[in-house]
């Protein structure tokens, strides 16, 4: 355990997470505490509410059955490819769920986020465990859902129950939106600063080549990722981060492996952390995404911020969009079973219709412009070679 304070995940939750400022971090790296630090975000949690809704069978739940978890990971890379347009290994998804399940047989040296959302500077955040986490706009629609819940509308209650249900009890969650907070607060700079003389390796997608440059980094290394399928190559990436390591273990500090991966991060940082020595390990995420684009960026989603400058921050009325309106939908988890309580009036199914269609043509024009980055990406990758 550590010597933190905890607070809520968010309002009328039951899940307590550390949110400790960035010089928790910086001491163990002045005072040569080794430490590894990764996160589960919200993707993972609706991944498997996806399977839930796309097989019916699997609502029966057995998360300690070999077989039952081969067939969950299954689903949740089929409602991955259909609501998103990418492509997780099956076989990936088996290894996190492992994982999660196996946290407390790590050491104290070794810290696991999560969240429930995609960020929010408050603590806690102003929406509670009854708000919607997708009012508009909501990619289960998409799935070729059993009885009605292609109208099925998410709750953070949801994403915290399977939480609750793939990890273990009483364990000492970080929120895993720390790194985006140190960002949002420029706190990040006195990282870059204390990191200045190690050696630095970042693990992440192209447009990362010139990080050293932006963060005023002298020994930086980059090992490239596809940003889309990198978890078919999850495995060989981690043999070129131990080669890596090897190369840098003559050096006077000890280098510090940063990490933008997604959840594909979870999986090399906790295999990373048994099998390399005098390292630091950062799944830091699209925190770092504002030294490339406006900072704003950083902060848009869904609800809360819409604008972020220099004198200031726009709020919006978080209660108003994702307050507790009578949906007359929800999920719940008893006697090991997955049940769906969904009430819908004529109202609700011609919003939802429209809603529906509207929400294809998003995901076609996210497929559009994935295809267009990745075969500008192709190019620069055949030019420079």
Known sequence: MHKLSTTPLCNQS??????????????????????????????LWDSVIAAWILEPELRIIRIN??????KLSRAMSEA???????????????????????????????????????????????????????PNKCFFKLLPAKDNLNYYKLRFADRQNVIKLLLPDGYPFFDAMIWKLYAYNNSIWNLFKAIKDHPIVLVGPAHYKNFDQLANLSDYHHIEIHGSKASLDRELIMQTVIQKHRALSGKQKPPVYLFVAGSISVYWVYHLHQKLTRKYLIDVGQALNFLFEKKGNL?????????????????????????????R????????????????????????????????????????????????HNLYRLFRN
């Not at 769920?97 to 407390?104: C, E, H, P, V, Y």
């Open 14 to 43: 039951d899940i307590q997470v550390y949110r400790p400022p960035l010089d928790f971090f910086i001491q163990k790296i002045k005072e040569n505490k080794y430490f590894s630090f990764t996160r589960q975000m919200h993707g």
């Open 65 to 70: 059955d070999t077989g039952y978890v081969r």
């Open 80 to 134: 991955k490819r259909i609501t998103e347009g990418l492509h997780y290994d099956p076989l990936l998804y088996e290894e996190l769920i492992a994982i999660l399940k196996n946290l407390d047989g790590t050491d104290s040296d070794f810290m696991f986020g999560v969240s429930d959302t995609y960020f929010f500077p408050e603590s806690p955040p102003p929406y509670s465990i009854k708000s919607f986490a997708l």
């Open 299 to 327: 902060m848009h989603r869904e609800f809360g911020y819409s604008e972020v400058t220099e004198k200031g921050r726009k709020p919006y009325n978080a209660k108003q969009l994702y307050g507790d309106r009578a949906f």
């Open 329 to 376: 939908s929800s999920m719940k988890i008893e006697n090991g079973q997955v049940h769906f309580d969904l009430q819908l009036k004529w109202s609700d199914v011609w919003q939802e219709k429209l809603l529906t269609n509207m929400s294809k043509n998003i995901v076609n024009l996210y497929t559009i412009k994935r295809s267009l980055l990745q075969a500008r």
